[in-house]
């Protein structure tokens, strides 16, 4: 990314960003970056970032205006110096970040045996205990999260009562609207990198960017590493190389290759599309509009994407309705309902898919000519999402040509802890990647991305009928671009 800025939207041109930064909604901005030929950010609006000074390696920062940092041997951030005041960082055998110590105040650490947080003491000496992203609590407050899909949907907040507070997302995952039906809603506004720029309120909840956990320190725990938005660097160098054919995974200090609006990186060890973008080269600028309730940016062949926080209109009737709608015969109704609310929200594309699902049991279409004009822009959407879906298959065996490109990602891995499915030990991951890809069984589905559907990417299901995942899983779901670029693989049930 090389420019990022609030911009004041053209209303008859709302994709048009030309116009300029203009400090507009929260905490309007203006960034201009730089790199080198290795991947460093050595400029940021205009002021110069330096690395590899002293034992540091050739990605390690390590100075910018007002800060310095020094590395031991092993590339591990050791202190800090910002504004005059100094940190030293102690590390734990195993990599992981130990003790935080400012003059007197020290932030101590403690890890299971995987390296997950359970346990945080403050310089206060409050001691935080966590369980994964299900259970926090401080002695005074409990927290505890309800998940849908692995993914935290709400909080319970339990002081001498409890709260809940649903946590809406952006689609980078970034907990951008915290709801609480009594005291109303807590707006949060992040620059790309992470940084908090604004806030309507104090959310309920320290998981925040990307849906990580920030630090009081604030740093935020990217679970294998802890990652500085303030200096868009990770404190110690990642302990893989994800990808050694792509150069940027060389930096492993950088975050997710310098591109924060496509790319997130739930483990620490490896960039994963998060948002809902398919563009994979530099972004030219990113905007705002006014109202904060979307942002874009435009990619180096001028195409937009919707990132950031979306208009909220209730995802999970959809997520209801679209699994019901999948049931031979009796799912043709819940079709049409799911049809009908999308075409309601304007969402032509999901709109088509949903009716195309039905048009096959023609009766429903004498059901769908009764909702007027809307109807036409539903089944125009629908030619649109087969269109889609039949482009897969060229880009399936695009990707099976190119899968020794793609490394697994760390969490799928049969080593890593956590609950995401897993690769069985001793696989040749990429020859099943690739056997899945060119089987006459494959199924090809469209990809969601929160609630929106992608218009760049697909998914291909296999039942490969033997077991590839540490649970016994026999299937495998891949993630691809239509430019058959392969985003993520892991096992799933048949």
Not at 253 to 271: C, F, I, K, L, R
Not at 388 to 402: G, I, K, P, Q, V
Not at 418 to 437: H, M, P, T
Request: hydrophobic residues 35%.
């Amino acid at each position: 990314m090389t420019a990022a800025f609030t911009s004041d939207e053209d209303p008859g041109n709302p994709d048009d960003c030309s116009d300029g930064y203009v400090n507009v909604g929260q905490g309007g901005y203006d960034h201009t970056y730089g790199y080198n030929a290795i991947g460093n950010l050595t400029s940021v609006d205009g002021a110069n970032w330096t690395y590899g000074a002293g034992s540091a390696g050739p990605h390690a920062l390590t100075s910018a205006p007002g800060a310095s940092f020094s590395y031991d041997n092993t590339g591990r951030q050791v202190s800090r110096t910002i504004n005059t005041v100094t940190t030293t960082i102690g590390w734990t055998p195993t990599g992981m970040t130990d003790t935080l110590t400012t003059g007197s105040d020290v932030t101590t650490y403690l890890y299971t045996a995987d390296g997950e947080q359970v346990a945080r003491q403050d310089p206060d000496t409050t001691i935080t205990l966590r369980v994964a992203d299900l259970w926090e609590t401080d002695g005074t407050t409990t927290k505890q999260y309800l998940s849908f899909a692995g993914v935290p949907v709400a909080v319970d907040v339990e002081t001498t009562g409890t709260e809940r507070t649903w946590l809406i997302s952006d689609l980078l995952g970034s907990n951008s609207v915290l709801h609480n039906t009594t005291s109303g809603n807590v707006r949060v506004w992040y620059d790309p990198w992470g940084v908090e720029r604004a806030a309507t309120g104090t959310p309920a909840t320290p998981y925040g960017y990307t849906g990580q956990h920030t630090e009081p320190t604030g740093l935020i725990d990217y679970n294998a590493r802890q990652y500085d938005p303030t200096y868009k660097t990770f404190t110690a160098a990642d302990p893989i190389i994800p990808n050694p054919n792509n150069p940027q995974t060389l930096n492993r200090y950088a975050y997710v290759n310098n591109n924060p609006t496509t790319y997130t990186d739930p483990t620490g060890h490896v960039a994963e599309h998060g948002g809902g973008s398919g563009c994979h080269a530099w972004i030219r600028c990113a905007h705002q509009s006014p109202s904060g309730t979307r942002w874009k940016y435009h990619g180096t062949h001028g195409s937009t994407r919707p990132l950031g926080v979306q208009p909220y209109y209730g995802p999970t009737v959809h997520d209801l309705l679209d699994p019901l709608g999948m049931v031979p015969v009796v799912g043709e109704p819940f079709d049409l309902l799911s049809a009908v609310i999308y075409a309601f929200e304007k969402d032509w594309v999901n709109a088509g898919l949903s009716s195309v699902a039905i048009i096959p049991i023609f009766g429903w279409s004498a059901n769908l000519a009764r909702y007027g004009d809307d109807a036409a822009d539903i089944i125009k959407g629908g030619t649109r999402g087969l269109g889609m879906l039949e482009n897969a298959s060229t880009a399936a065996f695009r990707a099976a040509d190119n899968v020794d490109d793609f490394s697994v990602a760390a969490k799928h891995q049969p080593w890593a802890g956590g609950n995401y499915s897993k690769f069985d030990w001793g696989l040749d991951q990429q020859a099943v990647i690739r056997e899945a890809l060119t089987s006459d069984s494959a199924s090809f589905l469209p990809n969601y991305i929160g609630a929106a559907l992608s218009e760049d990417s697909f998914r291909v299901v296999v039942d490969l009928g033997r077991t590839i995942g540490t649970r016994g899983e026999t299937a495998i779901r891949i993630v691809l671009g239509t430019d058959g670029r392969i985003w993520t693989a892991f096992p799933v049930k048949s």
